[in-house]
Structures are given as C-alpha cells and as structure tokens.
C-alpha cells in the first residue's frame, strides 16, 4: 500500500502546477500524516473530505480508506478560499488515485445519506463556512455509528499573529512600489515640493492600499467572519468545544499538527516555517497532543465523535 510520503513524491512529480506555494504537497502530507498518527486513527472502508481542494487530502486519506468520497464548491470562491473541483478532478486522474469518488457541494447540505462514511475529514475547510454549526451537524449525520471526525483548524495563536505577518506583507509591497523611479514623472516628487500638494502616485498608492485591506490596520479576516476580532474571540478552544457540544457532538481528543507559528517565522525568513517543522517531527509526534504545547502551535485538532444520549 502506498504512504503518503510516496503521494507527495508522485503529486510533486505528477502535478506540480497545482501547488499554490512551494512545498506545498511535502508540508500538507506531513501535517495530515501527524493528524491521522497524533489522532490514532484506523483503517476505515469509508472516508469523507471535506472542502478537498486540489485533490491532494483525498489522495491522502485514500492510504487509509477503501473509498474516499470528496466534495468542494463547484467552482472558485476567493470568498471561501475553494479552487473549485476541476483541480481535484485533473489531480485525480493525474496520479490514477482509484477508489474515490468526487462531487460539487457544500459542507452546510453534504449530499451523502445517512450514516454512510467512518471517518470524516476537514483539514482547514470549517473556519471558511458561514453555518458551522449545521456544517457539524451535516458532518455527524453522515457519520456510521462508531465513526469519527477529524477537524484541523487556525489556532488561537495563529490568528493572533496574523497582524504581524499583515503588516510585513505590507511594508514589502509598499517597499517595492516606493522605489525610486528611473524616468522622472512630472507629478510626482517635483509637484509635492512646489505645490505641497501629495503627488499623484503617493495618493493613489494610499487609495489602493486602502481598497485592497478595508479593515487596515488589522488583517481582513481569514475565514467566514465578520471582522479580526470575532475570527480571533472565536478561534479560542472553548469557542470551539461549546460548538461541538451544541452539535451533538464530545471531543475525545484535542492535539497540534503543525507547532511552528507560520506567520511569525515566515517574517524571519520565506523558508524557515517549513525547515523547522521538517527538523521537529519528532517533537511533534511526542509534544503534539500535551498541554501546554498543543496551544502554542499554528493550528488545532480535534477528534470528535457522536454524544451518546
């Protein structure tokens, strides 16, 4: 049976067009590799991911299913981050994933029946669905008794990082567009000394900058919230607890596959977040799932399974 190292190696070999950042397969295969190891999940006959993107987690989750069944919005959504399922669909049949089947559809009306998969899977899809919580109940619907959901989602602390990682974004854009010009332009610098009016290009400059990040100086929010600030009140664990409750639903296990805050470490330099998690897989697997290191890492996750009434 095939790994999921060997998947990364065939996706990076097969389909490298659509990795939508450098090491994008290597980094996604660690982190679904520790969640399903961190997590002790089984072999199932049936799994389900939700919002699968490219294709990259079915094919994932196909080294420990006999079927994986995927959905994603059926077409591109900048609004939900979804690339659609034409991704999935050319990436499947790219690397000859059989034993899945693929469908256009959202997390709030899963078009499946019943108790029909074992294990459902949403590696960074929830933050992203307006409805949540009829998201979890769709999610625990379709769940076969005995069955799991496994939920990876932005930690507390990777939201509250983001402004940092917003503001070095910023200042590099802004850095690039400030040099200086080779051919001098009449309203530029010249104008503002004598007129003391802004020059043009400062002014719109400010305009773009403004029109592209409406809630600066803080970050747009990341997923389907309203403002910074309710992403990040509800990116806290109990947030999240209260809404597994609400939905039926216990969280027998709660661990980190990703430690490393990204935002932070990619202002030091591009490459470090991936080099570190590389080097600490082993702190991982052992660190992962204990207090307090569970909640200093960039990301959640959570192993939920039916209330028993």
Known sequence: ???????????????????????????????????????????????????????????????????????????????THSVGIKEARYYLARMGIGRTM??????????????????????????HVPDKAKALGEMRRVLRPGGRIILLLPSFLDRLLAPLAHWHYLASRLAVRLRPRKTPQPDDEFTQRATGIPSTRRASLAQEL???NPSFPLPDPHG?????WEELTGSRTRVWASMFREAGLDATHCF????????????????????????TQEVHRRLGGMEPFRRLGAAYGFVLEPRIS
């Not at 693929?102 to 933050?127: G, K």
């Not at 389907?224 to 910074?228: D, F, G, I, N």
Request: hydrophobic share 45%; charged share 20%.
């Open 210 to 212: 403004l029109a592209k």
């Open 224 to 228: 389907a919230y309203s403002s910074y």
């Open 102 to 127: 693929l469908m256009a559809a959202s997390a709030e009306q899963i078009p499946l029946t019943d108790c029909s998969v074992d294990l459902v899977f949403a590696m960074y899809v929830l933050e």
């Open 256 to 279: 980190c596959p990703y430690l490393p805050p990204h935002g932070l470490l990619a202002i030091i330099h591009p490459r470090l977040p991936m080099w570190l998690f590389i080097k």
């Open 1 to 79: 049976m095939t790994r999921i190292p060997g998947i990364v190696t065939e996706s990076e070999r097969l389909a490298p067009e659509l990795q939508p950042w450098p090491r994008y397969f290597e980094r996604r295969g660690m982190e679904i590799s520790l969640a399903l190891e961190l997590a002790a999940q089984p072999r199932v006959a049936r799994a389900l991911d939700v919002g699968c993107g490219n294709g990259f987690s079915m094919a994932a989750l196909s080294t420990m299913a006999d079927e994986v069944v995927g959905f994603d919005l059926p077409g591109v959504s900048p609004l």
